[in-house]
């Protein structure tokens, strides 16, 4: 597998099975360029390209599941999600600067946490509010 840029907007990457090459958009500034990775690799490992969409009908499943692998794999780590939570309150793009990801990856991943991850945020961030 190779991986490429071009210019490809308003595409932000696409994989082309028959090259097994992954293409991002040149432009892409560095969040992006790992979300997007994150995303096309997601796919693959999903294996949504071993089948033809059936006409189009699982297209918005498969991208979703992409978009939900990818985010998982771009946060895995719920100290650093409750660290930028900590260190910019109530700012969802400061906290995604921080984390190095864009903002939808991170706002994707909230959406997604286990009560566990949210307890162990929550009990991060009374912790902070106690210290205050
Ligand atoms: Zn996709």
């Given at each position: 597998?190779?991986?490429?840029?071009?210019?490809?907007?308003?595409?932000?990457?696409?994989?082309?099975?028959?090259?097994?090459?992954?293409?991002?958009?040149v432009?892409?500034?560095?969040?992006?360029?790992?979300?997007?990775?994150?995303?096309?690799?997601?796919?693959?490992?999903?294996?949504?390209?071993?089948?033809?969409?059936?006409?189009?009908?699982?297209?918005?499943?498969?991208e979703?599941?992409?978009?939900?692998?990818?985010?998982?794999?771009?946060?895995?780590?719920?100290?650093?999600?409750?660290?930028?939570?900590?260190?910019?309150?109530?700012?969802?793009?400061?906290?995604?600067?921080?984390?190095?990801?864009?903002?939808?990856?991170?706002?994707?991943?909230?959406?997604?946490?286990?009560?566990?991850?949210?307890?162990?945020?929550?009990?991060?961030?009374?912790?902070?509010?106690?210290?205050?």
């Amino acid at each position: 597998m190779k991986i490429g840029l071009a210019k490809i907007a308003p595409l932000r990457g696409a994989w082309i099975t028959t090259e097994n090459v992954i293409v991002l958009d040149v432009d892409l500034d560095q969040a992006n360029c790992n979300a997007t990775l994150a995303h096309e690799l997601a796919h693959i490992d999903l294996k949504h390209h071993a089948h033809q969409a059936p006409a189009k009908w699982f297209a918005i499943r498969w991208e979703r599941e992409a978009d939900d692998l990818a985010c998982d794999r771009l946060l895995d780590n719920v100290d650093e999600i409750a660290e930028a939570m900590a260190l910019h309150p109530q700012n969802l793009d400061m906290a995604s600067d921080y984390l190095e990801v864009p903002s939808d990856v991170l706002w994707r991943r909230l959406t997604r946490l286990t009560n566990a991850e949210k307890l162990l945020i929550v009990e991060r961030l009374d912790r902070i509010e106690r210290a205050c």
